[in-house]
C-alpha cells in the first residue's frame, strides 16, 4: 500500500492537531497500521496500533490519555487526534502498515511507510 501522512503543523503547547493518513492501494490486505515518531538522532518511536477490520487500539502510556487513533475504513483513513500536546511529543509522525502477529511496538513489524508529517510543540 501507499500511505501519505497530513495534518501536521506548530502548535502551543496543551494544543491540538489531528494527524490523518491517507492509504491506497491493496488496502483489502491490511490488517493493522500504526503510528510511529521519530526525532532527529532518536530511534524510531512506537506511538499505537489500531486493527483495521475491528476496534481494538493500542497506544503507549505516554500518550494514551491524550491521543486517539481511529480509522474510516471506507475512505482507507487512519487518524491520530493529539489533544493536550508537549514539547515532548515535537516529532516527525509516520503512518505504516504492520504485517504479521509481531510485536505491535517493532517497527521492523511494519512494512510499507509514509514519508512522515512534522509536528512541533512550542512551550
Known amino acids: 500500500v501507499q500511505l501519505v501522512e497530513s495534518g501536521g503543523g506548530w502548535v502551543q503547547a496543551g494544543g491540538s492537531l489531528r494527524l490523518s493518513c491517507i492509504i491506497t492501494g491493496r488496502t483489502d490486505s491490511i490488517t493493522a497500521m500504526g503510528w510511529f515518531r521519530q526525532t532527529l538522532g532518536k530511534e524510531l518511536e512506537f506511538v499505537g496500533r489500531?486493527?483495521?477490520?475491528?476496534?481494538?487500539?493500542y497506544l503507549v502510556d505516554s500518550v494514551k490519555d491524550r491521543f486517539t487513533m481511529s480509522k474510516d475504513n471506507a475512505k482507507n483513513r487512519m487518524y491520530l487526534q493529539m489533544n493536550d500536546l508537549r514539547p515532548e511529543d515535537t516529532a516527525i509522525y509516520y503512518c505504516?502498515?504492520?504485517?504479521?502477529?509481531?510485536?505491535?511496538?517493532?517497527?521492523?513489524?511494519?512494512?510499507?511507510w509514509g514519508e512522515g508529517t512534522q509536528v512541533t510543540v512550542a512551550s
Open positions: 505504516a502498515e504492520k504485517r504479521g502477529r509481531n510485536s505491535d511496538e517493532n517497527p521492523k513489524s511494519y512494512r510499507d
Open positions: 489500531i486493527i483495521w477490520n475491528g476496534d481494538n487500539v
